[in-house]
């Protein structure tokens, strides 16, 4: 049912070793080994479920990011984030490129989309999961599709953006070769993804949130971004932290840690943790998640 991998899916180095045991408190409650590139540090869920079998791992009611209706408190917080990054998402395209093509690999339900669109951005999103991409085409009409291939023919992108989504991408070469292609020249490429390695990972230990098992398949350390930029041929010109993604990834780590606790009780943890992963986090780079901006070469 499941797959095993016999390389690392980022180098393709053998040298692989077990590393840990990851539970998935969010949906199944099922265990997943993570192991060890040695080479380029890169953590990967092995064995892993196929990807036409990973589907009912997705299945519960608060993935939050496929969501647009509020149901809790947790939810109401996430949506104020989530608009003002939005905003903060659209800046950093805009001070980027002065061309203005976008392609949003993992749109979800394109409001980041729908906001460069309202500022002159010619916008393209794709997004595999039939009930977001629901949504984001009421927002988009003929502008998301299913998936790579879907794409219009030879069309390029001048920016091209994957924010939390190449951690959830089964063939991760394959993919990473096919964007790029559709990268212009000088064309910038945005891929945001946990941290392995930021404070609050350490705090949380098996409980972080952001391994998120077996949703996301892989989770880079620094070593393991200056690999993949080696690898296809970037150029990293800036590493940019996201300071909110330390609260929220403590406030579930919280609710996974200590399920029975009251909600005060877990929203001050977090709030707490939260603060100190961010102030430990002294360079771009060690914050829990981290926007890196590559640039075609
Ligand atoms: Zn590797």
Redesign the pocket.
């Known amino acids: 049912m499941s797959e095993r991998l016999f390389k ?1 899916p ?2 393709k ?1 053998g040298n692989i070793l077990n590393h840990s045991l990851v539970k998935d408190y969010a949906v199944s409650q099922k265990e997943f080994t993570l192991c060890r ?1 040695e ?2 540090e ?1 953590l990967f869920t092995n064995p892993r479920p196929k990807e036409e079998e990973i589907g009912p791992f997705y299945d519960f009611k608060e993935y939050y990011s496929h969501e647009d209706k509020v149901q809790n408190f947790t939810q109401w917080v996430y949506q104020r984030i989530r608009n003002y990054s939005i905003q903060k998402k659209v800046t950093l395209i805009h001070k980027l490129s002065k061309g203005r093509t976008l392609l949003d690999y993992g749109c979800g339900t394109g409001e980041f989309l729908q906001e460069a669109n309202k500022q002159k951005w010619i916008v393209q999103g794709i997004e595999p999961s039939e009930k977001a991409r629901g949504q984001a085409l009421a927002k988009l009409p003929n502008q998301i599709v299913t998936s790579l291939e879907e794409l219009p023919t030879n069309e390029t992108y001048d920016v091209i953006t994957l924010f939390h989504v190449l951690e959830h991408i089964h063939k991760l070469r394959k993919t990473l070769k096919i964007i790029i292609n559709r990268l212009k020249s000088n064309g910038y490429l945005i891929i945001a993804v946990p941290n392995p390695l930021s404070e609050d990972a350490k705090y949380y230990r098996n409980y972080w949130a952001g391994y998120d098992v077996p949703r996301h398949l892989y989770h880079f350390s620094k070593k393991s971004i200056a ?1 993949l930029q080696e690898e296809f041929n970037l150029e990293l010109a800036e590493t940019k932290p996201m300071i909110f993604d330390s609260y929220y990834v403590s406030l579930l780590s919280e609710n996974y840690r200590h399920p029975n606790q009251s909600q005060f009780s877990r929203y001050w943890k977090a709030f707490i943790q939260g603060f100190r992963s961010n102030r430990k986090a002294l360079i771009p780079g060690d914050y829990s998640s981290n926007i890196f901006i590559f640039k075609k070469k």
């Open positions: 690392c980022l180098c180095n590139c080479n380029c890169l690999v």
